[in-house]
Structure formats: structure tokens, C-alpha cells
């Protein structure tokens, strides 16, 4: 966080903030999908751009998500950069082809004569009371597939700093954007945005000696929470925020967990078969000898995502990300 | 105007003020396929043309038969065969200008070798070495497609982004008449006319989707037809007669590069030999209908214009036969030789700089190979490499 009193400044803006600036530093950036033009976007990410740089640049695609992929495939192959906009995270399942068969490999399928660096904004999970088909935390899908990058961020300066990278990045990234922090504000100053970490490393967010709480996304704002509630039950927790779940930072990881000995993973996606599942092997294969306990998760439920008026039941919140924490086995420390 | 502020013209207003939408007729194709061989038409295309079509078709079937062979040697994992459309596959490639750009299926590497590629380079993904064994900038070649119709929209943003940048570059793509049913057919070419992108769309109609027939595939009247409902025209051509293909992608490329958008081009063609060395065609179809389209072969039907107008004698014949057949010996030669290959080329090209992960399993994978070599009483490297 900066001292520096600035104006706060909602991620979504900060998004916004990073298009435009990587537009206007490179020609070949373009910004295409559903709504990203006239409109900016359904939740105003794109706002101005097509003003500014025009509908060759900012375009308005038909709706049609593999040919919106598809497209942008052949105008990187051209030598230009796209950003790409899936406006649900539900909706970019059509784009799964283009995706997984040639956006994730064409770079190897070449021989690295045709890297694709192309930008794929995903806004995902939930929490916004989204009815059905607008709240998916689809990152497994992502991280099963070699050749692409998964980042996502959970804070206004990492929202710009990360898209700038993906967008530098030759590799395609899958840029997933939590929609419930769209909203959150934090002081930002547009004109001097702070260097951030780069793409697969992660940042511990707040520092304990307790136990990790692993996370990202939407869910490092909750395990914040969590760690500040757990202060009354006596434990002071560190709370790792991954940033890119591939490339997967396992040293920062890991030297947290072998600091505090213990590690809940927390994530809106479900338990089986997600994210959660590789992390805690991960962590365990590296850190058996310091584990005090099993490393746990707290996940969506391993549901279909509920209707809006239910989700509260379905997502981590803090008190099951506290009930995790008091069964990490502290019978041993007394 | 810019690019994108090219729009069609469907807008409806509200009912009082409805007008009748305008006849789409200009978009329809020809009740029957374009023809030219054999007609008055033939007489206006340039003998020199003719003539090398004539023998960029014998280098092409030649070409299908040592590839077919090479599968029977086991020297290709599998080969699916343009034997019978090498008219399409070799109009394809001489139409395009050396700055225009080629999308080709997995049956079109006859269409990229008739552009220039090293055969052996556009065999390597059917001998299993590598994927794309060529950097596709150097033809101009798109990496062979295997997920049907997905190399459609690559094309279309090739296409866009070249006249984006005020380049005079064309993209050709190519595919199945089974390729027409897929989303990614139907999603490339709207985005295509909306976007009134500089490509043109060859379906080879080459009657069957492995064992699927055409009837089973579709109901539209033609699938040159479904150009009409994108808002571009259809074009209907005999895909054995080389000359009507090149002179229909011709005028369909020029279309395209002078800012008139894309096209469909339908040809009507037949697959001679089975889907690949791996199908039995004999469980789908008879020997009267592949007999009947044996007598509309392209190569003998452009011999026979060639012949009837003393445009090609028999040393011509030879000399054609001459070429493909030193064309034939040289891939023989060169895919008798074992290909070169390196395990730790697995690792080389999955992302730009590789994750620590990665790292990881290369040494594992290094590791795995030193102990093999060791096994086997080699120096590490020999066994690496």
C-alpha cells in the first residue's frame, strides 16, 4: 500500500487503466469481444477505449466466443497482440476448443515459430448475486492445460500490474478477474501505477506464525478477514496470495508453510478436482517434515453454482476458514 | 472510413416502416458447378497455366501414392489421401501470391507442398516426429489443422488483421464437406462477412465425412448455399476440373483483395481411396460409384484438353511423369532415414521461459535418459540425441 494520499480507485478502473495504457504503448495491442466496445463492457472495463482508439482497435465482436478466440488466434499469428474479453466466465466454455487445441499450443506445436500472445480476460466466481451461468470459478479447467499462464488478482494495484504483464507477456494468459472485486477501491494513482510482482510469483499478504492460509482471487479479501478474526482464538495467521496459480510460485509457498507449520488452502472453486487438491500435494511434498497437521482446504461445495439467493452457503467464508484452522491439530502444541 | 465501420445493411425498423428485405440472389450459387475443361471457356485460359496444372497434378498424385506407400513401410503413422482431389489441392496453392496465406486441413499437405513446402516438412506430423514440421512464415503455410474447421476463424483473423494494417494479403482456407457442420465453420465465416475480411473458404465436397455421407451431413440444397445466409457469395465449381477451381478461387481472391469480402467456394470433388491407410471404404460405399468418378478424373480430364489441342504431346507426358517420379524417389530416400529426434525437445517450446516446474521434470526426464544410456553403456549424449 502507498502512503502517498491518492484518490482510491475500484479495480475495475484500474483494469481499465491498464488496457488503455498498453494500447497506447503498442499498436498491436486490440481489445475485441462481447459489449467491450460502444457499451465498455458489462462491467465498464473497457469504458472509453473505443472512444480513444477507435473500433478498429476496440472492437465490438459478434457473439460468438470460439470465433471471438478463433479470430483472435489469426490475428496474433499476424503479429498483433489481443486482448480478448469472455463476458462470464460461463460463457467462455464455447472458446474451450480454440483454447485448449490451439491457443495453448500453438508455440509448441511450431517449435516456438508462432507464440500467440494473447490476453484472455475471464470475469469470474461469485458473490454477485449472478443467476445461473454468471458466477463460475472455472480455473481448474485452465491450470489442467499446458502452455497457458492463469493469473488472477486480488488487488487494485495487482489488477493493473498483472494485466500490463499478461498483455507484455509472449505467452497466452488466462487473465481471470474476480467480478466481486471489481468494486473494491484502494488508493491507486493511475498516473504512477507501482511495479508489482511479476507474473508466478506469489505475495504474502499478511504475515503470521500460526498457520498459511493459501489463496487468491476473490478469496484473499475473506482469508484477510479470517486471519483478523483469528487474532480473539489466539492465532496469528499469514495469508499467501498466489497471484498466478501457473507458473505456481512453490517456493513462496512453500517457505510459509515451513515457517508456520501448518496450511488451510481456500478457494471459491470446489474441493474435488480443484486447484486446492494440487496445492496440498504440492505443499505436502515439499514440506512433509514441517506439517503439523494435514494441509486442508476450504472450497466451494462440489455443486453445480447455486442460485443467487443460496451462494451464500456455497462460498468460503470466514467462519469455515476459521473452522478449518481450529482443526489443524493444535492438541500437539500443548 | 475505417475497417470496422463497413457494416451490412440488415437493420430492421418497426412494422409500419418494414421494407422487403432485398433478393439475396447475387449470393446464390450456379444451379450447376463452374466448369471449363471441355467447354468454350477453356479456350480463354492461359495454355501455360493449363499446362502447369497438368503437371502439378501428376507430381500430386504421385506424391498421394508415395505417401500412401510410406504408411504400408510404416514410415507415416497414418497418411489420409487427396488422391482424386488434386485439382482442388493444387489450384489452391497456385492462386495465392506469394504475401497470401494458406489454412490447410490434415488432408491438404499436397496443398502446401504445390506451394513450396519440403514435402518431408509437411509430413512430419503424419510420421509423428513433431507436429508442424515447418515454421509456417516460410510458405506462408498455417500449421496442418486437425480439429475440423477450427483453422477457419485463424483464418479470418489473419485476413483481418492484414487489412488492418493496410497489407494486400489474402488468407485461403481450406476444408471438408464434414468440416461444414461444425460451429467453428459457421462462427468463421459470419465473422468473416461482418467484418468483410480479405478469405476465401474452399470446401473440398469430397462425398463423405470418413463413412458419413453428404445427406447425412446436410439439407441444405448446396453447401455453397450456406454462403447466402452469412451475407457472402456462394460459388459451385467441378473440384476435378483444375481449371474451373483455379479460375473460381481466382476471381474469389481478387474479390478479397480488392475490399469485396470473402467467399464460399463449394467444389464438388470425390475421394478416390479411403479416409486413411486406417479405413476400410469398402463397409461404406461400392466399387460402381468410385468407378463412376474414376471416369471424371482430373488429371485425365485436363490431359484430354490438353491433348485435343496439341497443347501436350506424349514427350510432355513423360517429361511430367519424369518430374514426379524424381520428386517420388527423393521423399522416398529422405523418409527411408530415420528422423532425429531429442527427448528434451518436449520441454523446449511449451512457454516462452519455462515454469520451475517444468525445470523440474526436464532434469527428471534428463535423468531418466542418463540412466537408460548407462543401462545401455552409451555416453549420456548418445542416448539424448
Not at chain 2, 206 to 215: D, K, Q, R, T
Not at chain 2, 272 to 299: F, L, S
Request: with cysteine; charged share 25%; aromatic share 6%.
Amino acid at each position: 500500500m502507498t502512503t502517498v494520499a491518492v484518490k482510491p480507485a475500484t479495480m475495475a478502473q484500474a483494469l481499465g487503466r491498464a488496457l488503455r495504457d498498453a494500447m497506447a504503448d503498442d499498436p498491436a495491442v486490440h481489445v475485441m469481444g462481447e459489449d467491450v466496445g460502444t457499451l465498455g463492457g458489462v462491467f465498464r472495463v473497457t469504458d472509453g477505449l473505443a472512444k480513444e482508439f477507435g473500433e478498429d482497435r476496440v472492437t465490438d465482436t459478434p457473439l460468438a466466443e470460439a470465433g471471438i478466440l478463433g479470430t483472435a488466434v489469426g490475428m496474433a499469428m499476424y503479429g498483433l497482440r489481443p486482448v480478448v474479453e469472455m463476458q462470464f466466465d460461463a460463457f467462455a466454455y464455447p472458446a474451450f476448443e480454440q483454447l485448449i487445441s490451439h491457443v495453448a499450443r500453438m508455440r509448441n506445436r511450431t517449435r516456438g515459430a508462432m507464440p500467440l500472445p494473447i490476453t484472455i480476460r475471464v470475469p469470474y466466481g461469485g458473490g454477485i448475486g449472478g443467476v445461473e451461468h454468471h458466477s463460475d470459478s472455472s480455473e481448474a479447467y485452465y491450470m489442467a492445460t499446458p502452455g497457458l499462464h492463469v493469473v488472477t488478482p486480488a488487488t487494485v494495484a495487482d489488477a493493473y500490474g498483472l494485466l500490463r504483464a499478461a498483455i507484455a507477456s509472449d505467452d497466452p494468459v488466462v487473465f481471470l478477474e474476480p467480478k466481486r472485486l471489481y468494486w473494491s477501491k484502494d488508493s491507486w494513482n493511475p498516473d504512477e501505477p507501482q511495479t508489482v510482482e511479476p507474473i508466478g510469483r506469489a505475495v504474502v499478504r499478511r504475515s503470521g506464525r500460526s498457520a498459511t492460509l493459501i489463496t487468491y482471487g476473490p478469496s484473499v479479501p475473506v482469508c484477510l478477514e479470517a486471519a483478523e478474526a483469528a487474532r480473539a482464538e489466539g492465532w496469528d495467521l499469514e495469508v499467501v496470495d498466489l497471484r498466478s496459480l501457473v507458473p505456481f510460485d512453490d517456493e513462496t509457498v512453500s517457505a510459509s508453510v515451513r515457517r508456520t507449520g501448518r496450511a488451510v488452502v481456500v478457494h471459491e472453486s470446489g474441493s474435488f478436482g480443484g486447484p486446492g487438491g494440487e496445492i496440498a500435494a504440492r505443499v505436502t511434498e515439499r514440506c512433509f517434515h514441517y506439517l503439523e497437521a494435514p494441509v486442508l482446504r476450504v472450497a466451494g461445495f462440489d455443486i453445480p453454482y447455486p442460485p443467487p439467493m443460496l451462494e451464500r452457503h456455497h462460498l468460503p467464508g470466514v467462519d469455515r476458514i476459521l473452522d478449518a484452522v481450529a482443526r489443524l491439530q493444535w492438541e500437539a502444541e500443548s | 472510413m475505417t475497417v470496422m465501420e463497413q457494416r451490412g445493411a440488415y437493420r430492421p425498423t418497426p412494422p409500419p416502416a418494414w421494407q422487403p428485405r432485398t433478393d439475396p440472389a447475387p449470393l446464390l450459387p450456379d444451379a450447376l458447378p463452374h466448369r471449363v475443361l471441355g467447354t468454350e471457356a477453356a479456350e480463354r485460359v492461359d495454355p501455360d497455366l493449363l499446362r502447369r496444372l497438368y503437371a502439378e497434378l501428376v507430381r500430386g498424385r504421385r506424391y498421394n501414392a508415395q505417401a500412401t506407400a510410406l504408411t504400408k513401410q510404416g514410415r507415416l503413422a497414418v497418411y489420409p489421401s487427396s488422391t482424386g482431389q488434386e485439382a482442388c489441392e493444387v489450384a489452391a496453392a497456385l492462386v495465392l501470391e506469394e504475401r497470401d496465406w494458406l489454412f490447410p486441413s490434415y488432408r491438404d499437405t499436397l496443398a502446401a507442398v504445390a506451394r513450396g513446402l519440403d514435402p518431408v516438412k509437411a509430413l512430419t506430423l503424419l510420421r509423428g516426429d513433431w507436429h508442424t514440421g515447418y515454421d509456417p512464415h516460410e510458405h506462408r503455410v498455417a500449421p496442418l489443422c486437425t480439429p475440423l474447421a477450427t483453422q477457419l476463424p485463424h483464418a479470418v483473423g489473419l485476413a483481418h488483421a492484414a487489412r488492418l494494417k493496410g497489407d494486400d494479403v489474402v488468407a485461403l482456407a481450406l476444408v471438408g464437406d464434414g468440416g461444414t457442420s461444425e460451429g467453428d465453420f459457421h462462427e468463421a465465416l459470419n465473422f468473416a462477412a461482418v467484418w468483410q475480411a480479405p478469405v476465401v473458404f474452399l470446401v473440398q465436397n469430397n462425398g463423405f465425412a470418413i463413412s458419413v455421407p453428404l445427406a447425412k451431413q446436410t439439407a441444405a440444397p448446396s453447401l455453397a448455399h450456406k454462403a447466402v445466409g452469412y451475407g457472402m457469395p456462394g460459388r459451385l465449381v467441378d473440384g476435378n476440373d483444375a481449371a474451373a477451381v483455379h479460375e473460381v478461387l481466382s476471381e474469389a481472391i481478387a474479390h478479397a483483395r480488392g475490399g469485396g469480402g470473402p467467399t464460399l467456394v463449394e467444389a464438388v470433388t470425390y475421394r478416390m481411396e479411403a479416409h486413411t491407410n486406417a479405413d476400410d471404404d469398402k463397409r461404406y460405399r461400392g466399387d460402381a460409384e468410385v468407378e463412376a468418378w474414376r471416369a471424371h478424373d482430373p488429371i485425365a480430364l485436363l490431359e484430354h484438353e490438353l491433348t485435343e489441342r496439341g497443347l501436350l504431346d506424349e514427350a510432355g507426358m513423360q517429361a511430367a511423369r519424369e518430374d514426379a517420379e524424381a520428386m517420388a524417389a527423393d521423399l522416398r530416400e529422405r523418409m527411408n532415414q530415420d528422423p532425429v529426434l531429442d527427448p528434451m525437445d518436449l520441454f523446449a517450446h511449451v512457454y516462452a521461459q519455462p515454469t520451475t516446474q517444468l525445470l523440474e521434470q526436464e532434469a527428471q526426464l534428463q535423468a531418466e535418459l542418463d540412466a537408460e544410456a548407462r543401462h545401455h553403456g552409451d555416453e549420456p549424449e548418445g542416448a539424448a540425441r
